[in-house]
């Protein structure tokens, strides 16, 4: 699924974060350390191998809705943005710090001239945020923010599972 907001064109996808070749940067949905976890995390981090934890040492820990950037080392991407989302029922006010997240990602991305980026689901793993929401807060915050980037042209919605998939299929369909 894909719409045109302005110059730039948003997407979803079933697939794996870590193997997004034909984007310039993903987004992890990182933990407050910027370390291997679980989730996307793990799956980024093995991917781009140790260099990447090397590097995003000095940068933690981040906070939730702050966004910081690194190589991509052994992935096939120029950057990592890491993101850190809210812990549902912890974080508050969750909608707030999931709109920062997925804002300051692109804002990031566009000041390092980043012209496609991939983001998973933040937050909607262990972190315990509903999806539906979470597709909600996160497909408004982008298309609100778009209209005011100078160099991204695609943002693309990496969903892992089959019903994640439908769900942010269906709300930027709205």
Request: some cysteine; hydrophobic content about 40%; glycine content about 10%.
């Amino acid at each position: 699924m894909e719409i045109q907001v302005g110059n730039v064109q948003i997407e979803t996808t079933r697939g794996d974060i870590a193997n997004q070749p034909n984007v310039d940067a993903i987004v992890n949905a990182a933990n407050a350390q910027l370390q291997t976890g679980g989730g996307v995390a793990g799956a980024i981090h093995r991917a781009a191998g140790s260099g990447l934890a090397r590097e995003c040492a000095p940068q933690a820990p981040i906070k939730p809705g702050e966004a910081v950037i690194s190589g991509g080392h052994n992935l096939p991407n120029r950057f990592v943005i890491h993101c850190l989302g809210p812990v549902y029922g912890k974080d508050k006010p969750e909608d707030k710090l999931l709109t920062n997240c997925y804002k300051n990602a692109l804002l990031l991305a566009d000041k390092y001239e980043v012209q496609t980026v991939a983001f998973p689901a933040i937050s909607t793993g262990i972190f315990g945020y509903p999806i539906v929401d979470a597709a909600r807060v996160a497909l408004n915050t982008v298309k609100e923010t778009v209209p005011h980037l100078k160099h991204v042209r695609k943002v693309r919605f990496v969903l892992f599972g089959e019903s994640d998939y439908e769900v942010f299929s269906k709300h930027l369909k709205e």
